[in-house]
């Protein structure tokens, strides 16, 4: 940097330092004076400079200075500060070499500390970068991705906690797949005799035993269908793809064997992206739920852009709506699972969906709001 360039702060305390030396060595010869003042970084010139300009002081400050019969005048130009002293006939010029130093001290500081915050700064951004790393790890395993952790070799904390929650996740998914083989073969080993038992049954002669067993050998069947829905959303296993309202409607529908006119549909002709054979299942629960409750049909099926509602006739519930969407919870004698507005709720809740259920002048309405 040029020092015509360098920008100087006048210090009251450097003028009140040359006070106390005056005051000080008063009764001493030049030399000790001269002495005195060098020691405090004054150092003696011959003459100011030419371009040098005299600084006005408080009345206080320049009060001070002027005491014990010596005057000080005080100039600055481009290096710094010179210090006039007369007394009498004799005038001295001294330079304030201090300031320099100090103005250098000063930027040597503020770069050292600006240098160590930057260090700080990069040392925190390293450490803790394998977290962020670690959360969004966390993230994608809570949407029910696989993620694969390659062991730290750190020391630190964070270290640890990475090491010690990828074990935990790799033991926890291990425990994921063994239930889900687990279920996976019970339901195949059920399926196989529901599925000789119903044809047994079509075989035999119409009569009371094989209507019941019918509706037996339909209930296995429907259950072990909703266990493997239940054993899907707790696999976070989302296969989301774009599918039109209507003909997940009409695959309920079909699954339920339930005849056109038991049920109205309108509006439902957009598309959503959803899981496709998860969500048929929910919105097949809701409208099993209103056939089998409605007392009256049809039942309405209304589309909006927004959501979707199935609207039926029928008594109040009897139980608030939040006991009714747990699992297991159903009314005495209605032939169900209780797992059926369980299914529905998780379902939205999977996609991050709204279930809304109002009863209004004798209607129920369940909603599933997208937006």
């Known amino acids: 940097m040029n020092k015509s360039n360098k920008s100087f702060t006048f210090s009251p305390n450097r003028s009140m330092e040359l006070s106390r030396i005056i005051d000080e060595t008063k009764a001493r010869g030049c030399m000790e004076k001269n002495h005195e003042l060098a020691e405090a970084g004054f150092k003696m010139m011959e003459a100011k400079t030419p371009k040098c300009k005299a600084i006005t002081l408080p009345p206080p400050m320049e009060s001070k200075l002027r005491s014990h019969n010596i005057k000080v005048t005080i100039y600055k130009d481009n290096i710094g500060f010179i210090y006039e002293l007369a007394e009498g006939h004799c ?179 957009q598309s959503i992206m959803v899981d496709s054979e998860l969500f048929t299942s929910a919105l097949q629960n809701l409208i099993d739920n209103a056939v089998r409750h409605a007392t009256s049909y049809p039942i309405h099926i209304h589309c909006d852009g927004e959501k979707i509602c199935i609207r039926n006739s029928g008594e109040p519930l009897k139980r608030p709506v939040e006991e009714a969407l747990q699992a297991f919870v159903t009314e005495r004698g209605d032939g169900g699972l209780g797992l059926g507005l369980y299914i529905a709720q998780s379902v939205c809740d999977l996609h991050r969906f709204n279930l809304e259920y109002r009863y209004e002048e004798g209607i129920h309405h369940f909603c599933i709001r997208f937006t």
């Open 91 to 269: 005038t001295m010029f001294y330079r304030d070499t201090a300031e320099g130093k100090t103005y250098y001290f000063v930027w040597f500081l503020f770069f050292a500390l600006l240098g160590g915050l930057v260090n700080m700064y990069l040392l925190l951004w390293r450490n803790l970068k394998p977290l962020k790393r670690l959360y969004q790890q966390i993230q994608r395993y809570g949407e029910g991705e696989e993620i694969h952790h390659t062991p730290s070799k750190g020391k630190d904390e964070i270290a640890l906690i990475s090491n010690a929650l990828y074990d935990a996740l790799e033991k926890q998914s291990k425990l994921k797949k063994s239930r889900e083989l687990f279920l996976r073969n019970i339901m195949h080993e059920l399926k196989t005799p529901i599925t000789k038992g119903k044809l047994i049954v079509e075989l035999e002669e119409p009569s009371p035993n094989r209507n019941l067993l019918a509706k037996l050998f339909s209930r296995l069947e429907n259950l072990i269908r909703q266990m493997a829905d239940i054993e899907k959303m707790h696999a976070f296993s989302l296969t989301k793809s774009p599918k039109s309202l209507d003909s997940m409607i009409l695959t309920a529908m079909d699954n339920l064997m339930i005849e056109d006119n038991c049920v109205e549909v309108s509006g439902c002709t």
